[in-house]
């Protein structure tokens, strides 16, 4: 089998990641950073070439030559690269959650797609073995009656973030919508919902209290988040059987009906212990087998921002 050619951006902590992935796949990688230095260091580890300069790296190679982009900059810079990347004719294109920092930035990238262009947003935990065992089990047990999520972050990493990042204050969709997109993949998206907010801080006045509950396509749905106090993110699913729960979002628990008592199901999770759980069978999935359907599109990942606006208040 020919090998996929990959053009990775970025040479941080996920791009590093992601090159771990790749290179037990056995893609041929080319990597595109700001830091030249750190470029070089980082592809000769893997094996593999690359370049500094940011997008302006683009003119050192041939973009007509690879099968995927991968876009694993900071959340800041997605919009840059991905803009840059249809630009020069790039037409697969995977970007790192959430895909760009506002609607605003979302809207002027889906007006940027063009026809052959195919752009998706890279939701591992969709494809966490825990979640895939809840997806079968949610089918044998005869559907969805209801779901509880929580996005609670700890206040010490988003203090941490204060410091030097510019998207605090969008601080819900650049981070708590990793568990917010999982809960509504399972359950569909909101049909009607109410949403409720308080407190807040200087660097995200909008609230850090977040409560509601709704009807989605599937199930009625609450979600209670305080980034002011303790917790932990965890979704909760229903089902005519019991009820099963992702808390820690790698761990699948159940609790019959009728019963009290959580009971830890064990399932397939070879791969989620080698890599960053739910990254390599996305690769896998997306890339190597051409699905990349089980990813959100530009126009799907506006659909969830615009929900999110509800919940954190987000004027764009």
């Known amino acids: 089998m020919k090998k996929k050619k990959i053009l990775l951006f970025g040479s941080g902590y996920m791009a ?58 900071p959340v800041d810079k997605l919009f840059e690269v991905t803009s840059a990347c249809v630009q020069h004719g790039l037409s697969n294109i995977l970007i790192e959650k959430p895909g760009a920092l506002n609607l605003n930035e979302l809207n002027a990238l889906k007006k940027k797609e063009k026809k052959g262009i195919n752009i998706r947003v890279a939701c591992n935990r ?10 079968e089990r ?8 209801g779901c509880f ?7 010490k990493d988003i203090f941490e973030a204060a410091k030097g990042s510019s998207f605090v204050d969008r601080w819900g969709w650049a981070n708590s919508m990793h568990v917010i997109d999982l809960a509504f993949h399972l359950i569909g998206l909101p049909q009607q919902i109410k949403t409720f907010r308080d407190a807040g801080w200087k660097f995200h006045p909008t609230g850090n209290v977040f409560t509601g509950s709704g009807r989605s396509e599937k ?17 909760e699913i229903s089902t005519p059987e019991g009820r099963y729960k992702l808390s820690p ?32 069978k996305m690769v896998n999935e997306v890339i190597l087998n051409n699905r990349p359907n089980t990813l959100p599109t530009l126009d799907e990942q506006i659909r969830l921002y615009k929900v999110t606006q509800k919940i954190f208040g987000y004027e764009n």
Not at 249 to 264: D, G, H, I, P, S
């Open 149 to 155: 999520f929580d996005f609670t972050d700890r206040e």
């Open 138 to 145: 949610i089918k044998e047990d005869g559907g969805i009656v």
């Open 219 to 235: 199930s009625l749905f609450s979600y209670y988040s305080t980034w002011s106090g303790g917790g932990r993110w965890a979704v």
């Open 249 to 280: 979002l790698e761990k699948l628990a159940f609790c019959k009906k009728n019963q009290f008592n959580w009971e830890e199901k064990e399932f397939a999770m070879e791969h989620d212990t080698q890599f960053k759980p739910g990254l390599y």
């Open 16 to 73: 590093n990641e992601y090159l771990k992935v790749l290179k037990a796949l056995s893609c041929d990688v080319f990597i595109i950073g700001r830091n030249r230095q750190k470029v070089k260091a980082l592809a000769d580890s893997y094996g593999f070439k690359g370049c500094g300069g940011g997008t302006s790296g683009l003119k050192n190679v041939d973009c007509g030559d690879f099968d995927w982009v991968i876009n694993a900059v």
């Open 126 to 135: 969709r494809f966490y073995g825990s979640v895939q065992a809840l997806r």
